[in-house]
C-alpha cells in the first residue's frame, strides 16, 4: 500500500476526513475520526504508509498501515478510501519510538492495533531460556529467526496489560512439531514448558504464519510467549514475523 503523507502544519487540506492530535491527555469534546497521539513530543507532520519513512523529520508520526482490519475511517470525505492502521512511531532524537494512538468514532475512543514486535524491530526485545544451548537470535530474510541445538527452550516478552484488547494475532512458525504459542504469566525463563492462559500450535515450517486466539475473557499481565517442546537434540528455531494485539 502506498504511503499517503500529510502535514499538520500545512492545514492537511479541507478534503480530509479526520485529524491527528498529540498530548498526554486525550482531547476533550473530540470530533468524529480524531486521532490523538499519546506522546509528550510536539507532532510536525505525519505519514500513514506500509514503509517506515526513510528521510523522516523531528517530530514525524509514521501510522504503519493494514489492508484489513477492525478499526479503520475513511480518510476523505468523498468518493471514500478506507485504511486500517497500526499503532504509530514517533520520530525524535534521531530515532523511532513506540507510542500508543487512538481514534474517537461513534463517540467511544478506540485504539489502534498494539504492534508488540514486528520484524526490524530490536532482538533483544524477546527474552529467552534454553536447555542446555543458549538461544540465538538473528535476522532472515522477512523473519527473525530464534535457535538452539538443545531439548526444550522458550521466547516471550515483558509483562504486557492485556486488559483493553481481544485478539492475539501472531505471524511465527518452527521447524518443530508440539510447538505452542500463546498467552502465560509464568516466567518461562524458569523453565521451558511455558504455562500457557491460551495458546495454539504452531506450524511445521520456515514460513511465518498467521495464528489468531482469543483473549477477550482475559485480562491484567500476561507474557507472550513461543516454546519449542523437544525430547530429544537437534536443531530446532522458531521464526517471528510480528505480534500484534487488537
Known amino acids: 500500500m502506498s504511503s499517503m503523507v500529510v502535514n499538520m502544519t500545512g492545514g492537511g487540506g479541507a478534503g480530509l476526513n479526520f485529524k491527528v492530535v498529540g498530548g498526554t491527555t486525550a482531547p476533550a ?31 514525524t508520526v509514521w501510522f504503519p498501515v493494514k489492508e484489513s482490519g477492525t478499526v479503520g475511517f475513511s480518510v476523505t470525505k468523498k468518493n471514500p478510501i478506507y485504511i486500517y492502521p497500526k499503532q504509530p512511531k514517533q520520530y525524535v532524537s534521531y530515532e523511532w519510538s513506540n507510542c500508543s494512538a487512538q481514534i474517537y468514532l461513534s463517540g467511544t475512543w478506540t485504539e489502534f492495533v498494539n504492534v508488540v514486535w514486528q520484524f526490524g524491530d530490536d532482538l533483544d526485545y524477546w527474552l529467552a531460556y534454553g536447555n542446555p544451548t543458549p538461544v540465538t537470535k538473528e535476522n532472515t530474510s522477512g523473519k527473525a529467526q530464534f535457535s538452539m541445538s538443545g531439548y526444550n527452550y522458550s521466547i516471550y516478552t515483558p509483562l504486557i496489560d492485556i ?8 505471524y511465527a512458525s518452527a521447524n518443530w512439531p508440539n510447538c505452542p504459542v500463546g498467552l502465560t504469566t509464568s516466567n518461562p525463563a524458569s523453565k521451558a514448558e511455558a504455562v500457557m492462559a491460551v495458546s495454539t ?18 485480562s491484567g499481565e500476561y507474557r507472550i510467549a513461543l516454546t519449542i517442546m523437544a525430547y530429544q537434540q537437534g536443531s530446532k ?10
Open 201 to 218: 500450535a504452531l506450524d511445521n515450517t520456515e514460513t511465518p504464519t498467521k495464528k489468531e486466539i482469543d483473549i477477550s475473557s482475559l
Open 163 to 170: 486488559s483493553s484488547y481481544e485478539k492475539l494475532t501472531v
Open 237 to 246: 528455531s522458531v521464526f517471528v514475523k510480528s505480534v500484534e494485539l487488537s
Open 29 to 59: 469534546n473530540p470530533s468524529e475520526n480524531t486521532i490523538w497521539v499519546n506522546t509528550s513530543s510536539e507532532i510536525t507532520g505525519y505519514i500513514f504508509g506500509g514503509e517506515q519513512p526513510s528521510n523522516p523529520t523531528s517530530g
